[in-house]
């Protein structure tokens, strides 16, 4: 079981970047899953995930209207759509899948450890 991100890097303020997260040895569809960062210094926080109970994204406020988190179960994989970047959105960003599928997205934003599996982390910078 394995969950392997890629698409990070340098993005100029306004721009987007699309993150990538394959999954292999399980299926992605109808499980959790979910973008989480960590900023130099900061706690790791949740940034949109999609319960495997609901299946309704949540996004936490700080990147609503800009991110989002769609899928492609034909190519087992994930992906964190990073729109109208800012340099607040600078972090390590990780995916994660897997866990309990009986709390709404909302709750999994905010607690991350009911995910079984991650991926490595992948570095985005916003910078001019």
């Known amino acids: 079981v394995q969950l392997q991100a890629s698409g990070g890097g340098l993005a100029q303020p306004g721009n987007s970047l699309r993150l990538s997260c394959s999954a292999s040895?399980?299926?992605?569809?109808?499980?959790?899953i979910g973008w989480f960062r960590q900023a130099p210094g900061k706690e790791r926080e949740g940034v949109a995930c999609?319960?495997?109970?609901?299946?309704?994204?949540a996004v936490t406020d700080s990147v609503k209207g800009r991110f989002t988190i769609p899928t492609d179960n034909n190519k087992n994989t994930m992906y964190l759509q990073m729109n109208d970047l800012k340099p607040e959105d600078t972090a390590v960003y990780y995916c994660?899948?897997?866990?309990?599928?009986?709390?709404?997205?909302?709750?999994?934003?905010?607690?991350?450890?009911?995910?079984?599996?991650w991926g490595q982390g992948t570095q985005v910078t916003v910078s001019s």
């Open positions: 994660a899948a897997g866990g309990p599928t009986y709390y709404p997205s909302t709750y999994l934003l905010r607690n991350r450890g009911y995910f079984s599996f």
């Open positions: 040895g399980f299926t992605l569809d109808r499980v959790n």
């Open positions: 999609i319960s495997g109970d609901d299946g309704e994204p």
